[in-house]
């Protein structure tokens, strides 16, 4: 009975104890996270403020405990409830009594008890259970970040938990792992010792606390006053928030350690564990003899001594045992006594904390001055009954693949690891950052340095790839990739645990000798001593040890990107070793998805691994989309306190151990929580964590350089920096804000706008409010002074720091209390240090609400941009924003579209006028009708504009153009309506010119109809056939046709050759020369012309040239020798030898004299009324004289002068060029305004009515024929105008080389002059590279008419012609339609036709007086559109030849759309700026590639050598040029800008010049480009043997990289 009642007892006790839990846990509202269900990523994510000092709700506790918990705030324990309305005490009143009575009545209710009309209200949740209700419902990882957080805090750690329900005991071993402790040991020998080691791994004596029975003093408190004084390490009855019922805390056994300092007053020498029981010992046997088994030393609290006591069980065992034992004895006041050797006791009665805790730290520090047994918390595993959260499947089948490769690794000198099993990011790596830097800084024959600088980073590549597939490679990525996001979680815990496992002993010697040094070396430099350069020496050797002693994951990870890197760069295929290199940044996208840190710049090479990163960052994309982020990076001293910042603000984990010192730069994901995204633009935080800027590893300049670079990398990769100063001192403070001062110069001078909050760490009294502001006036005032020198050195003008970024010093600066509350290893985080961290949280976040971020494609951009500027030496220069420029290039081609909008619809407006005009409709044009015709489409294109701009995606980088384009379209659309204007005013203008001759043509072709019918009334019935009738006919029309002008004058032919030397000779050129050069031909070519040496009479000799190299030696030799210049020398040498040979400077000085004369002349002779007035010899004679005025000018600027020939081959050309022009003008003339021309023209025309008469044909027949013929023209003319603006249109959006911006009109330009392979073609192209393109695309107009689309061009002239055909019948429906209501005659049937078809097509005077018979309009519509049809049919079936007919062709449609760009070409190589806007002032000209300057002729001064170098070279190397040929100043490429306007109004950025066509192009035309500049490739113009690798093919598919 008594047994089954004990079970139902022990039933009732799980039942009731369940409950309790449950209740709690719903309090907690966990109730549904029993399943372990709360992860990293639920607390990990940027959420709301949280509240400092308000009360919580009950419900709220659990989140608030971990939030606080993950800032570092040791506060989380002690939240204060807020109370439920319902709960808060209530006070009863008594109702008045008698006053007799009062006090007896006051003593009744002082005794009395009001439990039941008063109850007692809910007692609030013990703070221990938050923690342990959190703890039992976190995944393994959560558990992780909590424990190593509550560790950091100086809280004792679970060890031994049993099950709320189950009671069954669990050893967290997981959670403990990543937790490392570092203490100082004193050694007599050695000294003070640092150690640091995993507390998983550490062997300690360990001090077990157990309480048996119920005692009035506090164990917990006891504890705490032996490791810390000053801070509650083990929670106690005392503490703030404690409460009388505990439901998870009984049984659960605590473990915190004692870490000394190396100091007089510590507390113990040794690294000391100490756990303790919580709760009877007595009724958790399990946990005490655990406990008891593995403690070096056991201490019980005792409430008495009583034999017989179930108590005396446990002592009689502990004191049988050899183990040490102390006894704390609550009811005994005796002093301390030893009963045995090792055993002792201790009395607490009437005795303070602190006397106890000192007789008890007394005989402990006794008891571990013998021999102990030492504990290792991982032997824990081994003990039976209990369970280990590292034996769950996933934790030890990730442990075993984490052995497998850390067993690689085994008996391994961990100084040589890298080296051996990650060979590609060592020396190779090394090796090629240190080449790729040498690229922008090159010496000597630049462009073969630079050749042989690849083929050396191929051939390292090639060497990284064979030695790509080390065992440890192999191994931890096939593990990595087969995983599932928690397994690869788990897999990469445990890996790093057991590699820093492998290098914690080797580190921690290092350091060592490290600290020792640098004492030993600071010493030195106050002495001032003569080994300081030894003792330095010793220093880089110790850091080189420790660079090759840390490994971690981000060594394996590097070398995963190294691997990329080299076969990516290959090209290779296949596998290395289980996995396809290619999928490598799939892999770690997952992981920096997952919120692992990603190194960004590896810090041992101090270089950006650009092609893996943007690939890493594509693949982000590729999982995530491309999110907005915003970027946060900080930057400060080394050991300031960076990184520690950014764990306790966002609860990361980057690496914070003096051993661990970041290196280079990590960037990992923080995921915005959705309550926050309402209020936040961006999806992301970004954060960068950067090394220190003057690192203790790097010396001399070397350092400076690094932190400038680092500096303005970090700086402008941010949307804003923390820049994080530590203590006060002025001359660091100074250090630091040189560089970020400098760096946010550069940012401002790239337009790039980071904003930047100054953090002050580990200042003494954050609460002076009046120090803190004469802090911040001193910082301001440092500030400003430091954008002075800044902007000095930049070169810029800057008064005060917030002249180059918006600063406000009072929001912008931000005070931090010291990290720690007392003195490390034992002082626990510092309150006021994570009240200051949310605050400037919270600035973060309100100052990055109001910004966009950036896309992640952005921030991809940024990284390569800035990296590439920093390799070069003048980073201001040398930037360019990739994505900025492709934002650039779509923009273009959005504003190609919206020219074409307004261009097309004023095509459209203009075919109606210009046939009103023709038909005399329109007498004047006036503007405002055609602003208001195009008003509605240039609405359209203005709310076009305004939605591209708007884009949220791009807003930000387009506002800075909107301005300028919305201008430009204003002043395009303003420019395309007054041109129209212009141009129907000379339409109007001619038409009103031809009014004579417009009021005789009716009479002319009355007379002509009249004579046509009596002739064929004559020959009624004579004349049998057609052959007979034309002769008939012609034998007459002649007479008709001089009768009919018997009072005109005709126009004569002009005869230009004949004035054209006239002209010559009355300049004074003899007939002799003029026909010599005739006669030779040469003059054609002139332009074209390679060299013009022939032309030199060399009178005075400068033989200046365009490029030296300017050595340090030179200028040395120069110096020290005291030799006079070498040029001026040779100079000398060529004049007395009459040497006659121009410069390519001056070569290209008389070509640019060619092209201005010839335009020049175009354009006189485009702007004469030759169309309406005629050809007048004066013409020519007005553009001779210009031409010999522009020579005679050109040659009294120069030190040379030209024979007569030149200007005579001059002359010749431009007349030569002029000549069509001119030619084309007068035929148009001639046929607007010769009578006799006109009337002859009609001859066919009135034969067909002759003939028809002649046939017997009707009236209505005839007249029907006439319409026809008349409207034949008109309607062709209508269908090829309509056809051309449909033509240009279609290939304008569809055809790949015209619907894109100017760059890709380039690139298909340059595809096609390299399937050509002409040589001529090219120096046209280089010459004159408008004409060329204007060639190009007549060309590709053409080929696309009469080749590639020849069909849809058929099929889009019927389509037109069918359009016409319809409008026609229309129009002869409604004339029937109109003359049948009433009265009709012929002449109203027609003037009703004319008046439909007045805009669409042109319209000849009929004459109406012999067909005054017909009246049956319906079979005169019938008979129209029969002849119709066949016209039509024959219109359909017209060549497209004949489309050259239309008004303006498609060519010239396109080029005017196309060629109203930029054609400016660079001084140096020709090349052609890309801009798409004609006029871009306040853009510098720019191309995406250059070329090499020998393709413009450019030499080496005083040699035949071609210069074989990219611009882009150039710019990079330490090479000068002469900006002037008369000239011997020179100017380092560096500095071309400051050469003078032309290069000035350049942007040269430097680049690897990786464009194969162009150096396909000087190997293929190498002898013809000797040939025509008449120098050779050799000595310094030597072509690279790797250029002529290059096929064709790859230089067309090169060109897709532009």
């Given at each position: 009975?008594?047994?089954?009642?004990?079970?139902?007892?022990?039933?009732?006790?799980?039942?009731?104890?369940?409950?309790?839990?449950?209740?709690?846990?719903?309090?907690?509202?966990?109730?549904?996270?029993?399943?372990?269900?709360?992860?990293?990523?639920?607390?990990?994510?940027?959420?709301?403020?949280?509240?400092?000092?308000?009360?919580?709700?009950?419900?709220?506790?659990?989140?608030?405990?971990?939030?606080?918990?993950?800032?570092?705030?040791?506060?989380?324990?002690?939240?204060?409830?807020?109370?439920?309305?319902?709960?808060?005490?209530?006070?009863?009143?008594?109702?008045?009594?008698?006053?007799?009575?009062?006090?007896?009545?006051?003593?009744?209710?002082?005794?009395?008890?009001?439990?039941?009309?008063?109850?007692?209200?809910?007692?609030?949740?013990?703070?221990?259970?938050?923690?342990?209700?959190?703890?039992?419902?976190?995944?393994?990882?959560?558990?992780?970040?909590?424990?190593?957080?509550?560790?950091?805090?100086?809280?004792?750690?679970?060890?031994?938990?049993?099950?709320?329900?189950?009671?069954?005991?669990?050893?967290?071993?997981?959670?403990?792992?990543?937790?490392?402790?570092?203490?100082?040991?004193?050694?007599?020998?050695?000294?003070?010792?640092?150690?640091?080691?995993?507390?998983?791994?550490?062997?300690?004596?360990?001090?077990?606390?157990?309480?048996?029975?119920?005692?009035?003093?506090?164990?917990?408190?006891?504890?705490?006053?032996?490791?810390?004084?000053?801070?509650?390490?083990?929670?106690?009855?005392?503490?703030?928030?404690?409460?009388?019922?505990?439901?998870?805390?009984?049984?659960?056994?605590?473990?915190?350690?004692?870490?000394?300092?190396?100091?007089?007053?510590?507390?113990?020498?040794?690294?000391?564990?100490?756990?303790?029981?919580?709760?009877?010992?007595?009724?958790?046997?399990?946990?005490?003899?655990?406990?008891?088994?593995?403690?070096?030393?056991?201490?019980?609290?005792?409430?008495?001594?009583?034999?017989?006591?179930?108590?005396?069980?446990?002592?009689?065992?502990?004191?049988?045992?050899?183990?040490?034992?102390?006894?704390?004895?609550?009811?005994?006041?005796?002093?301390?006594?030893?009963?045995?050797?090792?055993?002792?006791?201790?009395?607490?009665?009437?005795?303070?904390?602190?006397?106890?805790?000192?007789?008890?730290?007394?005989?402990?520090?006794?008891?571990?001055?013998?021999?102990?047994?030492?504990?290792?918390?991982?032997?824990?595993?081994?003990?039976?009954?209990?369970?280990?959260?590292?034996?769950?499947?996933?934790?030890?089948?990730?442990?075993?693949?984490?052995?497998?490769?850390?067993?690689?690794?085994?008996?391994?000198?961990?100084?040589?690891i890298k080296e051996k099993m990650l060979p590609c990011q060592g020396e190779l790596w090394h090796e090629w950052s240190r080449i790729t830097k040498q690229q922008y800084?090159?010496?000597?024959?630049?462009?073969?340095?630079?050749?042989?600088?690849?083929?050396?980073?191929?051939?390292?590549?090639?060497?990284?790839?064979?030695?790509?597939?080390?065992?440890?490679?192999?191994?931890?990525?096939?593990?990595?990739?087969?995983?599932?996001?928690?397994?690869?979680?788990?897999?990469?815990?445990?890996?790093?645990?057991?590699?820093?496992?492998?290098?914690?002993?080797?580190?921690?010697?290092?350091?060592?000798?490290?600290?020792?040094?640098?004492?030993?070396?600071?010493?030195?430099?106050?002495?001032?001593?003569?080994?300081?350069?030894?003792?330095?020496?010793?220093?880089?050797?110790?850091?080189?040890?420790?660079?090759?002693?840390?490994?971690?994951?981000?060594?394996?990870?590097?070398?995963?990107?190294?691997?990329?890197?080299?076969?990516?760069?290959?090209?290779?295929?296949?596998?290395?070793?289980?996995?396809?290199?290619?999928?490598?940044?799939?892999?770690?996208?997952?992981?920096?998805?997952?919120?692992?840190?990603?190194?960004?710049?590896?810090?041992?090479?101090?270089?950006?691994?650009?092609?893996?990163?943007?690939?890493?960052?594509?693949?982000?994309?590729?999982?995530?989309?491309?999110?907005?982020?915003?970027?946060?990076?900080?930057?400060?001293?080394?050991?300031?306190?960076?990184?520690?910042?950014?764990?306790?603000?966002?609860?990361?984990?980057?690496?914070?151990?003096?051993?661990?010192?970041?290196?280079?730069?990590?960037?990992?994901?923080?995921?915005?929580?959705?309550?926050?995204?309402?209020?936040?633009?961006?999806?992301?935080?970004?954060?960068?964590?950067?090394?220190?800027?003057?690192?203790?590893?790097?010396?001399?300049?070397?350092?400076?350089?690094?932190?400038?670079?680092?500096?303005?990398?970090?700086?402008?990769?941010?949307?804003?920096?923390?820049?994080?100063?530590?203590?006060?001192?002025?001359?660091?403070?100074?250090?630091?804000?040189?560089?970020?001062?400098?760096?946010?110069?550069?940012?401002?001078?790239?337009?790039?706008?980071?904003?930047?909050?100054?953090?002050?760490?580990?200042?003494?009294?954050?609460?002076?409010?009046?120090?803190?502001?004469?802090?911040?006036?001193?910082?301001?005032?440092?500030?400003?002074?430091?954008?002075?020198?800044?902007?000095?050195?930049?070169?810029?003008?800057?008064?005060?720091?917030?002249?180059?970024?918006?600063?406000?010093?009072?929001?912008?600066?931000?005070?931090?209390?010291?990290?720690?509350?007392?003195?490390?290893?034992?002082?626990?985080?510092?309150?006021?240090?994570?009240?200051?961290?949310?605050?400037?949280?919270?600035?973060?976040?309100?100052?990055?609400?109001?910004?966009?971020?950036?896309?992640?494609?952005?921030?991809?951009?940024?990284?390569?941009?800035?990296?590439?500027?920093?390799?070069?030496?003048?980073?201001?220069?040398?930037?360019?924003?990739?994505?900025?420029?492709?934002?650039?290039?779509?923009?273009?081609?959005?504003?190609?579209?919206?020219?074409?909008?307004?261009?097309?619809?004023?095509?459209?407006?203009?075919?109606?006028?210009h046939n009103r005009i023709e038909n005399g409709n329109h007498d004047m044009v006036e503007l405002s009708y055609l602003y208001n015709e195009m008003s509605k489409t240039?609405?359209?294109?203005?709310?076009?504009?305004?939605?591209?701009?708007?884009?949220?995606?791009?807003?930000?980088?387009?506002?800075?153009?909107?301005?300028?384009?919305?201008?430009?379209?204003?002043?395009?659309?303003?420019?395309?309506?007054?041109?129209?204007?212009?141009?129907?005013?000379?339409?109007?203008?001619?038409?009103?010119?031809?009014?004579?001759?417009?009021?005789?043509?009716?009479?002319?072709?009355?007379?002509?109809?009249?004579?046509?019918?009596?002739?064929?009334?004559?020959?009624?019935?004579?004349?049998?056939?057609?052959?007979?009738?034309?002769?008939?006919?012609?034998?007459?029309?002649?007479?008709?046709?001089?009768?009919?002008?018997?009072?005109?004058?005709?126009?004569?032919?002009?005869?230009?050759?004949?004035?054209?030397?006239?002209?010559?000779?009355?300049?004074?050129?003899?007939?002799?020369?003029?026909?010599?050069?005739?006669?030779?031909?040469?003059?054609?070519?002139?332009?074209?012309?390679?060299?013009?040496?022939?032309?030199?009479?060399?009178?005075?000799?400068?033989?200046?040239?365009?490029?030296?190299?300017?050595?340090?030696?030179?200028?040395?030799?120069?110096?020290?020798?005291?030799?006079?210049?070498?040029?001026?020398?040779?100079?000398?040498?060529?004049?007395?030898?009459?040497?006659?040979?121009?410069?390519?400077?001056?070569?290209?000085?008389?070509?640019?004299?060619?092209?201005?004369?010839?335009?020049?002349?175009?354009?006189?002779?485009?702007?004469?009324?030759?169309?309406?007035?005629?050809?007048?010899?004066?013409?020519?004679?007005?553009?001779?004289?210009?031409?010999?005025?522009?020579?005679?000018?050109?040659?009294?600027?120069?030190?040379?002068?030209?024979?007569?020939?030149?200007?005579?081959?001059?002359?010749?050309?431009?007349?030569?060029?002029?000549?069509?022009?001119?030619?084309?003008?007068?035929?148009?003339?001639?046929?607007?305004?010769?009578?006799?021309?006109?009337?002859?023209?009609?001859?066919?025309?009135?034969?067909?009515?002759?003939?028809?008469?002649?046939?017997?044909?009707?009236?209505?027949?005839?007249?029907?024929?006439?319409?026809?013929?008349?409207?034949?023209?008109?309607?062709?003319?209508?269908?090829?105008?309509?056809?051309?603006?449909?033509?240009?249109?279609?290939?304008?959006?569809?055809?790949?080389?015209?619907?894109?911006?100017?760059?890709?009109?380039?690139?298909?330009?340059?595809?096609?002059?390299?399937?050509?392979?002409?040589?001529?073609?090219?120096?046209?192209?280089?010459?004159?590279?408008?004409?060329?393109?204007?060639?190009?695309?007549?060309?590709?107009?053409?080929?696309?008419?009469?080749?590639?689309?020849?069909?849809?061009?058929?099929?889009?002239?019927?389509?037109?012609?069918?359009?016409?055909?319809?409008?026609?019948?229309?129009?002869?429906?409604?004339?029937?339609?109109?003359?049948?209501?009433?009265?009709?005659?012929?002449?109203?049937?027609?003037?009703?036709?004319?008046?439909?078809?007045?805009?669409?097509?042109?319209?000849?005077?009929?004459?109406?007086?012999?067909?005054?018979?017909?009246?049956?309009?319906?079979?005169?519509?019938?008979?129209?559109?029969?002849?119709?049809?066949?016209?039509?049919?024959?219109?359909?079936?017209?060549?497209?030849?004949?489309?050259?007919?239309s008004r303006v062709r498609p060519d010239e449609i396109l080029i005017d759309q196309l060629c109203n760009c930029c054609w400016v070409q660079c001084p140096f190589c020709?090349?052609?700026?890309?801009?798409?806007?004609?006029?871009?002032?306040?853009?510098?000209?720019?191309?995406?590639?250059?070329?090499?300057?020998?393709?413009?002729?450019?030499?080496?001064?005083?040699?035949?050598?071609?210069?074989?170098?990219?611009?882009?070279?150039?710019?990079?190397?330490?090479?000068?040029?002469?900006?002037?040929?008369?000239?011997?100043?020179?100017?380092?490429?560096?500095?071309?800008?400051?050469?003078?306007?032309?290069?000035?109004?350049?942007?040269?950025?430097?680049?690897?010049?990786?464009?194969?066509?162009?150096?396909?192009?000087?190997?293929?035309?190498?002898?013809?480009?000797?040939?025509?500049?008449?120098?050779?490739?050799?000595?310094?113009?030597?072509?690279?043997?790797?250029?002529?690798?290059?096929?064709?093919?790859?230089?067309?598919?090169?060109?897709?990289?532009?």
């Amino acid at each position: 009975m008594s047994e089954n009642k004990d079970e139902l007892v022990e039933i009732s006790r799980e039942e009731q104890c369940r409950r309790e839990t449950e209740t709690l846990f719903n309090r907690l509202q966990l109730g549904d996270k029993r399943q372990q269900t709360l992860t990293p990523a639920d607390f990990l994510q940027i959420g709301p403020a949280l509240k400092q000092q308000s009360d919580t709700p009950e419900k709220d506790l659990a989140h608030t405990f971990i939030q606080r918990l993950m800032i570092l705030d040791y506060r989380a324990r002690y939240i204060p409830v807020k109370q439920d309305s319902a709960e808060v005490c209530q006070f009863r009143h008594e109702p008045d009594v008698v006053d007799d009575e009062t006090e007896e009545s006051i003593l009744d209710a002082l005794f009395s008890s009001d439990e039941e009309s008063n109850p007692t209200p809910k007692p609030n949740v013990h703070p221990m259970d938050v923690q342990m209700a959190v703890f039992h419902c976190s995944d393994t990882f959560l558990r992780q970040n909590m424990i190593t957080k509550l560790s950091q805090c100086q809280y004792a750690l679970p060890l031994l938990v049993p099950d709320p329900v189950s009671k069954d005991i669990e050893c967290p071993l997981w959670t403990f792992r990543q937790i490392r402790k570092s203490w100082k040991m004193t050694d007599e020998s050695k000294g003070s010792i640092m150690k640091s080691m995993p507390v998983c791994k550490a062997r300690t004596p360990m001090v077990s606390f157990l309480r048996l029975g119920s005692a009035s003093s506090s164990k917990s408190q006891l504890l705490n006053n032996l490791i810390n004084e000053r801070h509650s390490t083990f929670f106690h009855r005392n503490c703030p928030g404690s409460t009388k019922t505990r439901y998870l805390m009984d049984g659960v056994a605590e473990i915190a350690w004692y870490c000394p300092a190396g100091k007089p007053n510590d507390s113990f020498t040794d690294f000391i564990a100490f756990c303790n029981l919580h709760g009877d010992a007595l009724s958790f046997d399990k946990q005490r003899d655990i406990l008891i088994e593995k403690a070096s030393i056991n201490v019980v609290l005792l409430p008495s001594l009583k034999r017989g006591d179930r108590s005396m069980t446990v002592i009689s065992s502990l004191l049988k045992s050899s183990k040490p034992l102390i006894c704390l004895i609550a009811d005994n006041d005796s002093n301390p006594v030893q009963m045995k050797s090792g055993h002792y006791k201790i009395g607490l009665k009437d005795k303070s904390q602190s006397d106890a805790s000192e007789e008890l730290k007394g005989i402990i520090r006794n008891i571990l001055s013998g021999s102990f047994d030492s504990f290792q918390l991982e032997t824990l595993a081994q003990v039976s009954g209990i369970r280990v959260d590292e034996e769950n499947e996933i934790c030890e089948r990730q442990k075993t693949a984490a052995l497998e490769v850390t067993h690689l690794l085994q008996d391994m000198d961990v100084s040589k690891i890298k080296e051996k099993m990650l060979p590609c990011q060592g020396e190779l790596w090394h090796e090629w950052s240190r080449i790729t830097k040498q690229q922008y800084h090159l010496k000597g024959d630049i462009e073969m340095e630079k050749s042989k600088n690849q083929e050396k980073l191929q051939k390292i590549r090639q060497r990284q790839s064979d030695a790509s597939c080390s065992d440890l490679m192999q191994l931890f990525i096939k593990n990595l990739s087969s995983l599932s996001s928690n397994e690869k979680s788990c897999f990469l815990k445990w890996t790093q645990i057991l590699l820093d496992d492998l290098s914690t002993n080797n580190l921690a010697r290092i350091l060592h000798s490290y600290d020792k040094k640098w004492s030993e070396f600071l010493a030195l430099k106050k002495d001032k001593s003569d080994q300081l350069k030894n003792k330095q020496t010793e220093l880089e050797e110790i850091s080189t040890q420790l660079q090759a002693a840390t490994f971690g994951l981000e060594h394996i990870f590097r070398e995963m990107g190294q691997i990329y890197e080299a076969h990516e760069s290959l090209g290779t295929e296949g596998n290395t070793g289980t996995m396809k290199w290619c999928d490598y940044p799939a892999l770690a996208a997952e992981l920096m998805i997952s919120g692992h840190p990603m190194e960004l710049m590896d810090g041992d090479a101090g270089h950006v691994p650009l092609t893996w990163i943007s690939s890493l960052l594509d693949e982000v994309i590729k999982k995530l989309g491309d999110k907005r982020v915003f970027v946060l990076s900080v930057l400060g001293v080394q050991s300031s306190g960076k990184s520690t910042m950014l764990n306790a603000m966002f609860g990361l984990q980057f690496a914070v151990s003096a051993g661990r010192c970041t290196k280079g730069a990590f960037m990992q994901l923080v995921t915005v929580s959705e309550e926050m995204k309402n209020k936040l633009k961006f999806d992301y935080v970004l954060v960068v964590d950067t090394e220190g800027l003057r690192a203790l590893e790097l010396a001399g300049n070397t350092t400076l350089h690094h932190d400038n670079e680092l500096a303005t990398f970090v700086i402008g990769v941010g949307n804003m920096t923390l820049i994080n100063i530590f203590g006060e001192n002025p001359a660091e403070m100074q250090d630091v804000l040189q560089i970020v001062v400098q760096a946010i110069m550069r940012m401002k001078n790239i337009k790039l706008s980071p904003s930047c909050v100054f953090v002050h760490q580990n200042v003494t009294d954050i609460a002076a409010s009046e120090k803190n502001m004469d802090g911040k006036r001193r910082l301001q005032e440092k500030l400003d002074q430091m954008a002075q020198l800044a902007a000095k050195e930049e070169g810029c003008d800057a008064k005060s720091f917030s002249d180059i970024i918006e600063f406000d010093v009072q929001e912008d600066v931000k005070y931090f209390a010291q990290l720690w509350e007392g003195s490390p290893p034992m002082a626990p985080p510092n309150p006021g240090y994570s009240e200051s961290v949310q605050e400037l949280k919270n600035t973060i976040l309100s100052k990055a609400s109001q910004s966009d971020g950036m896309t992640l494609s952005q921030f991809k951009h940024n990284i390569g941009d800035l990296w590439k500027a920093l390799l070069n030496e003048n980073f201001v220069f040398s930037f360019k924003n990739t994505l900025e420029v492709a934002v650039y290039r779509k923009l273009e081609v959005e504003y190609g579209n919206w020219t074409w909008t307004l261009r097309e619809k004023l095509l459209t407006i203009e075919n109606p006028l210009h046939n009103r005009i023709e038909n005399g409709n329109h007498d004047m044009v006036e503007l405002s009708y055609l602003y208001n015709e195009m008003s509605k489409t240039y609405e359209d294109v203005r709310k076009a504009m305004a939605t591209y701009f708007d884009d949220k995606d791009q807003k930000e980088m387009l506002v800075q153009w909107r301005g300028r384009f919305e201008s430009k379209i204003k002043d395009i659309h303003e420019e395309l309506v007054k041109a129209l204007k212009r141009k129907l005013d000379e339409v109007l203008q001619q038409k009103n010119a031809c009014k004579m001759l417009d009021k005789k043509k009716p009479e002319f072709e009355n007379k002509l109809l009249q004579k046509s019918k009596e002739l064929a009334l004559q020959l009624k019935g004579k004349a049998t056939n057609d052959r007979e009738l034309q002769k008939q006919f012609d034998r007459v029309w002649d007479g008709w046709v001089t009768e009919l002008t018997a009072d005109t004058e005709p126009i004569k032919d002009i005869k230009l050759q004949k004035d054209q030397l006239s002209i010559l000779t009355e300049l004074g050129i003899e007939s002799s020369l003029i026909h010599e050069r005739q006669n030779c031909g040469k003059y054609k070519n002139i332009a074209n012309l390679g060299d013009y040496s022939e032309y030199d009479t060399r009178t005075k000799h400068q033989d200046p040239c365009e490029e030296r190299q300017r050595s340090e030696d030179e200028r040395e030799s120069k110096n020290t020798t005291g030799q006079s210049n070498p040029g001026i020398t040779q100079r000398l040498q060529s004049w007395f030898h009459g040497e006659k040979k121009f410069t390519s400077q001056e070569q290209e000085q008389i070509r640019s004299l060619i092209d201005k004369v010839n335009n020049e002349a175009k354009s006189t002779i485009q702007g004469k009324p030759l169309a309406t007035n005629g050809y007048s010899s004066s013409y020519l004679e007005e553009m001779a004289k210009n031409v010999e005025k522009q020579v005679n000018e050109f040659q009294s600027q120069q030190s040379y002068a030209l024979k007569k020939k030149f200007k005579v081959d001059l002359l010749l050309y431009v007349f030569d060029a002029t000549s069509k022009i001119i030619l084309e003008s007068h035929n148009q003339f001639k046929a607007k305004y010769d009578l006799r021309y006109y009337v002859n023209s009609k001859k066919e025309e009135f034969y067909g009515i002759f003939s028809s008469f002649c046939k017997g044909h009707s009236s209505a027949v005839v007249f029907a024929e006439m319409i026809c013929r008349k409207l034949k023209d008109s309607t062709v003319q209508a269908v090829y105008d309509k056809t051309a603006i449909d033509l240009a249109g279609k290939m304008k959006c569809s055809f790949s080389p015209f619907n894109g911006n100017r760059m890709n009109l380039e690139k298909h330009v340059l595809k096609s002059l390299a399937e050509k392979e002409d040589f001529q073609d090219y120096m046209n192209y280089i010459r004159q590279p408008r004409e060329h393109v204007k060639t190009f695309i007549k060309e590709e107009v053409k080929k696309y008419i009469f080749t590639e689309h020849k069909d849809s061009t058929k099929s889009l002239l019927k389509k037109n012609a069918q359009d016409i055909q319809g409008l026609l019948s229309r129009a002869l429906h409604k004339a029937t339609e109109k003359v049948a209501q009433g009265e009709a005659n012929i002449n109203m049937w027609l003037e009703g036709f004319f008046s439909e078809l007045k805009d669409q097509l042109k319209v000849d005077t009929i004459c109406c007086q012999t067909f005054s018979d017909i009246n049956k309009f319906d079979f005169l519509e019938e008979e129209v559109k029969k002849r119709l049809e066949s016209i039509f049919e024959e219109i359909t079936s017209l060549p497209l030849d004949d489309l050259e007919k239309s008004r303006v062709r498609p060519d010239e449609i396109l080029i005017d759309q196309l060629c109203n760009c930029c054609w400016v070409q660079c001084p140096f190589c020709r090349a052609i700026c890309t801009n798409t806007l004609g006029d871009h002032r306040s853009d510098k000209h720019n191309v995406p590639f250059h070329r090499p300057s020998a393709i413009s002729g450019m030499h080496v001064r005083n040699t035949v050598e071609l210069v074989i170098n990219f611009c882009t070279t150039s710019v990079a190397s330490d090479r000068s040029f002469y900006p002037k040929h008369d000239s011997d100043e020179t100017i380092p490429f560096k500095l071309y800008h400051t050469a003078g306007p032309k290069y000035e109004s350049w942007k040269i950025t430097a680049d690897e010049s990786k464009l194969i066509y162009w150096k396909w192009f000087v190997c293929k035309f190498q002898k013809e480009l000797e040939n025509h500049y008449e120098k050779k490739f050799k000595g310094r113009g030597e072509i690279p043997s790797a250029w002529r690798k290059h096929t064709k093919q790859e230089a067309i598919a090169s060109l897709d990289e532009m």
